[in-house]
Nanobody, 125 residues
Framework: VQLQASGGGLVQGGGSLRLSCAAS????????MGWFRQAPGKEREFVAR????????AYADFAKGRFTISIDKAKNTVYLQMDSLKPEDTGAYFC???????????????????WGQGTLVTVSS
């Protein structure tokens, strides 16, 4: 499986960006696709995820109400719409895919099997 992330860039605070992550290759029927981010000097943290089993979505608390994850199954692409961006949202954003993750593991980056290359988001104040 290969993941190709895109859509990062420089935006002013309050602005929006839409990230995309296209997946190629074979996956299980019970996959999870997640977005994670990493700011300089900080650990990678969960942002949002889609889980095929149950067609469910989950967000980190900081993402609720501002970020929206969606998926186009025909294109094997997951999106992250980010609105009302803040300077503290700055960092590298990564998409990841995990096969057969149990529900409680879908926010843990160590449980994911495949990673995209990351796309940089910079939010100016």
């Amino acid at each position: 499986v290969q993941l190709q992330a895109s859509g990062g860039g420089l935006v002013q605070g309050g602005g929006s960006l839409r990230l995309s992550c296209a997946a190629s290759g074979r996956t299980s029927n019970n996959y999870s696709m997640g977005w994670f981010r990493q700011a300089p000097g900080k650990e990678r943290e969960f942002v949002a995820r889609y889980r095929r089993n149950g067609d469910s979505i989950a967000y980190a608390d900081f993402a609720k109400g501002r970020f929206t994850i969606s998926i186009d199954k025909a294109k094997n692409t997951v999106y992250l719409q980010m609105d009302s961006l803040k300077p503290e949202d700055t960092g590298a954003y990564f998409c990841a895919l995990g096969n057969r993750l149990i529900l409680s593991s879908t926010t843990d980056p160590d449980k994911y099997d495949y990673w995209g290359q990351g796309t940089l988001v910079t939010v100016s104040s």
